[in-house]
């Protein structure tokens, strides 16, 4: 368990032997922290789908109380194959105090044009924030298909931000076969795998995965799930904490059971 300076200095007058070397050891400024959830399939058959989103609400206005939160992405499948229930899981949605981002799932069986009526956004988006910029891009279309990303969009868009400190991409279905669901996308990952200023990639999809690969030198993430009715036996979501300092750090979450599981922490 990790503990901030704040937290260690309640301890230092019950254990006065205890030293610390702070000037070696700083511990640089917070500068952004966003979660990144996935999988909630509002509307599921034979699950407890209302329930599973006012879970996540809770956590994530818990995190945004007690230890700041930025925004949050939700990185596809949002609803299950109904096209009416995309409504439904806006309203559900609409109670976090905190802004959140949509990727577009297999899933998320609409067509383009009721994805950009309900979100305000194409299902190709990407926005700033400061010095680091965040790509959603879109694995799926209204049949449901598994696709790998419009590779041109995504050139495009990695150099519009070639000037920003980092760059985070997040895409539903993982473009590599490390996994039973993913796609095999080569020109996808060599494109990411050679832009610089890529920090990481993030994934849904896959409701049993919630650690990372490796591929390029760059990290590939999964966040487990917070709905649905098959994956890890525990439903959470990934932290994402960025430095001024320009360093960064991603875990995995389990509200349940309070640990933090699979930390990664990257580089300036």
Not at 193 to 220: C, I, L, Q, W
Request: aromatic fraction near 14%; hydrophobic fraction near 35%.
């Amino acid at each position: 368990m990790l503990l901030a300076r704040r937290d260690l200095l309640k301890f230092l007058p019950a254990f006065p032997w205890l030293t610390f070397d702070w000037q070696t050891t700083p511990a640089a400024p917070l500068l952004l922290r966003f979660a990144v959830a996935s999988d909630g399939h509002y509307g599921q058959p034979n699950t407890d789908f209302e329930k599973f989103h006012t879970d996540i609400v809770r956590w994530l206005n818990q995190e945004k109380l007690q230890k700041g939160l930025d925004f949050t992405i939700f990185n596809g499948d949002l609803i299950h194959d109904e096209p009416t229930l995309l409504y439904d899981v806006k309203t559900a949605l609409k109670r976090l105090t905190v802004p959140f981002f949509v990727v577009r799932g297999n899933h998320d069986r609409v067509g383009n044009d009721v994805w950009e009526s309900t979100w305000g956004y194409p299902t190709n988006h990407s926005f700033a924030r400061g010095e680091y910029a965040f790509i959603l891009g879109d694995t799926s279309n209204e049949k449901g298909e598994y696709l790998c990303p419009d590779v041109d969009w995504l050139r495009n868009e990695l150099a519009k931000y070639a000037g920003k400190k980092g760059i985070f991409v997040f895409l539903h279905i993982t473009p590599a076969l490390w996994t039973v669901h993913g796609r095999d996308c080569a020109d996808v990952r060599e494109l990411l795998e050679k832009t610089p200023n890529v920090k990481a990639v993030f994934h849904g999809h896959d409701h049993d995965e919630d650690g990372r690969k490796m591929s390029g030198g760059k990290p590939y993430f999964f966040d487990g799930h917070f709905g649905g009715s098959w994956g890890t036996t525990y439903k959470g979501y990934r932290i994402v904490e960025i430095y001024e300092n320009g360093s960064w750090q991603s875990y995995q979450y389990n509200p349940m059971a309070t640990p933090i599981l699979n930390t990664f922490e990257g580089k300036a």
